[in-house]
């Protein structure tokens, strides 16, 4: 499986961004997948995860309300809007996938990594 990310970049404080990340060599539909970041010697945190069959998705309270997940399977892309960004929200943020599940806060439940995007939000 390989996962790629992308869209991050530097946005002020209020801004948006969209980030994306292809997945392939795996059957997208049979994944969970979510988004984690880590922050500059911060340990990795989670973001969002969204089910295998992309029913239920699942928020950290600390983006709940402006960041939003969701998946094309047509397209074997997830993506993470990212709205009303603070600096805070300043990190390296990585999809991850893993086979099946409901969807999960905990890295350990998910097998593959992308490479990270860094978006930098500045006050």
């Known amino acids: 499986v390989q996962l790629q990310a992308s869209g991050g970049g530097l946005v002020q404080a209020g801004g948006s961004l969209r980030l994306s990340c292809r997945h392939s060599?795996?059957?997208?539909?049979?994944?969970?997948l979510a988004w984690f970041r880590q922050a500059p010697g911060k340990e990795r945190e989670f973001v969002a995860a969204?089910?295998?069959?992309?029913?239920?998705?699942y928020y950290a309270d600390s983006v709940k309300g402006r960041f939003a997940m969701s998946r094309d399977n047509a397209k074997s892309t997830v993506y993470l809007e990212m709205g009303r960004l603070k600096p805070e929200d300043t990190a390296v943020y990585y999809c991850?996938?893993?086979?099946?599940?409901?969807?999960?806060?905990?890295?350990?439940?998910?097998?593959?990594w992308g490479q990270g995007t860094q978006v930098t939000v500045s006050s």
């Open positions: 060599g795996r059957t997208f539909t049979r994944d969970a």
């Open positions: 969204n089910s295998w069959n992309g029913v239920t998705t």
């Open positions: 991850a996938a893993g086979v099946g599940g409901l969807g999960s806060s905990h890295p350990v439940q998910y097998d593959q």
